[in-house]
């Protein structure tokens, strides 16, 4: 007899949504996708703020957002952004010598952060002129950043692993091979690098026909964490049901976004030892469904989990930060241990 599938253990923290909007000192609208660290002692955050009028998908603008806690649930955000488009175009101008980043840079967002080698490097999204990229930066004060890399079109949701590999640096990464697959077919991919800078050895890891919970696209959610039996990391998951209808601000939101869970080998992450037959998170609560992403309305994009961060602690519970309905911050909770064996019994 086949055993029931296992239980996410997953748990929703009683504060969520732990960051929104009205936290922000300054115009903030969608607060989102944010990347989450431990560095000196203390939690940091950047976020994603997509800012202009309410229920309006014409945004004024997209910065990040920074915030430091002392526990990972109650954040003090600071009073500006640490990246706007004007402060992304300089720090990009020297991987784009030839170009005006004026002109070529139209925002950077949906950052992710790693702790390696005692500095955080960033991974972002940057859209661009000539299509969307991905890019890796360094900081030690979040302040001064220095850009190191930037991909070629088109390619986003890049993470960072928080250790070489082998001698080198690897991070996986969602390509969008729009002309192969036609729209939204969308798959997990893994690099690997001497310096950061130079990419290769790069290949397709986990793909959408892996996941029975995924029949749009899946790519790379919070940087991987170590534990002994592999490397863990979370996935975004999308179904799309184009009967959905309206589903949120735009006139039309068909994909529900989960949070899924794959188990690398630590050897050779390229190596999947399992990928997680259910999902970790699937949108249920009302911020997350969009029926109390706030007050005020719906959420932007409903029945949307994002995981961008996760923080292993040292008594070796996990704490996974989510982007819900594209519209505010939340934190899931639960032990490596629990989250090893759910990756494992469900595969």
Known sequence: MIPPPMKSPLKRHPANPILTARDVPYPATLIFNAGVCKFEGRYACVFRNDFGRWGDT?????????????????????????MDVDKARAMLQPLIPFRDAHKEIKRVYDPRLTV?????????????????????????????????????????????????????????????????????????WISRSPDLVHWGQSR???????LVYANDKIGPGAPPI??????????????????????????????????????LDLH?????????????LTPEAPYETGEGATPETD?????????????????GMVKVYYGSAD?????????????????LANK
């Open 58 to 82: 014409k945004f004024d603008g997209t910065n990040l957002g920074l915030a430091f806690s002392n526990d990972g649930v109650k954040w003090k955000v600071e009073a500006k952004p640490c």
């Open 116 to 188: 390696l080698d005692g500095r955080v490097y960033m991974c972002f999204a940057v859209d661009t002129l000539h299509g969307l990229c991905g890019g890796i930066a360094v900081t030690e004060d979040f302040e001064h950043f220095e850009a190191i890399t930037l991909t070629e079109p088109d390619n986003r949701n890049m993470v960072l692993f928080p250790d070489k590999v082998g001698g080198d640096y690897v991070r996986l990464d969602r390509p969008m091979p729009v002309y192969s697959h036609g729209k939204d077919r969308f798959d997990t």
């Open 204 to 210: 397709c890891i986990v793909g959408v026909e892996d």
């Open 226 to 263: 170590k534990t002994k039996h592999g490397w863990l990391t979370t996935l975004h998951a999308v179904d799309r049901d184009d009967s959905r209808g309206k589903n949120g601000w735009e006139k039309k939101w068909a994909k529900r976004y989960h949070a899924g869970l794959a188990l």
């Open 268 to 280: 050779d992450p390229s190596k999947v030892i399992a990928v997680a037959g259910e999902p970790l």
């Open 299 to 315: 959420g932007f994009r409903n029945h949307v989990i994002f995981p961008g961060g996760m923080v292993l602690e040292d008594d």
């Open 327 to 343: 519209t505010t911050e939340c934190l899931a909770t639960a032990h490596v241990d629990e989250l090893v064996a759910f990756c």
